[in-house]
């Protein structure tokens, strides 16, 4: 059974260990918690038999007109489970704004298309490293 909450009381870095993985470079340590920490929303799934975190959503947000999902990843082992689904119908109806938007690795398109998010034009800067 997993367990979807909103809050994150009693979190710490080392409950995220092992995320972010995919990133193209190593983040600092504690990343991931001060990304959850400084969105407007999250939900967290967590394994109800061991709490572990297995999946996360995050999201930013003018509270009006826009949403942008700013991260949404589950552990490898929880995968194929509907929990990415879960977490995207949660954050999308606790946004509950005009537009919901997101970017992400062409080979995750069809999963969001598929459930109802279409294509946009995008233009993305990043930090020099």
Do not use: N, Q
């Not at 537009?99 to 069809?110: D, F, I, N, Q, T």
């Amino acid at each position: 059974m997993i367990i979807y909450s909103d809050t994150l009381d009693g979190l710490t870095a080392h409950d995220l260990e092992g995320f972010l993985a995919h990133w193209d470079f190593t983040p600092p340590e504690g990343t991931l918690l001060a990304m959850l920490s400084g969105s407007a929303r999250v939900v967290l799934a967590r394994d109800g038999d061991t709490s572990r975190v297995c999946g996360y959503v995050t999201a930013l947000s003018d509270e009006v007109a826009c949403g942008y999902i700013s991260a949404l990843e589950v552990r490898a082992d929880y995968r194929g489970r509907g929990i990415g689904t879960a977490l995207l119908g949660r954050i999308t109806e606790r946004l509950d704004v005009f537009g919901v938007y997101l970017s992400c690795a062409p080979s995750l398109r069809e999963f969001y298309e598929s459930r109802g998010f279409s294509g946009v034009t995008a233009l993305c800067r990043r930090k020099a490293r």
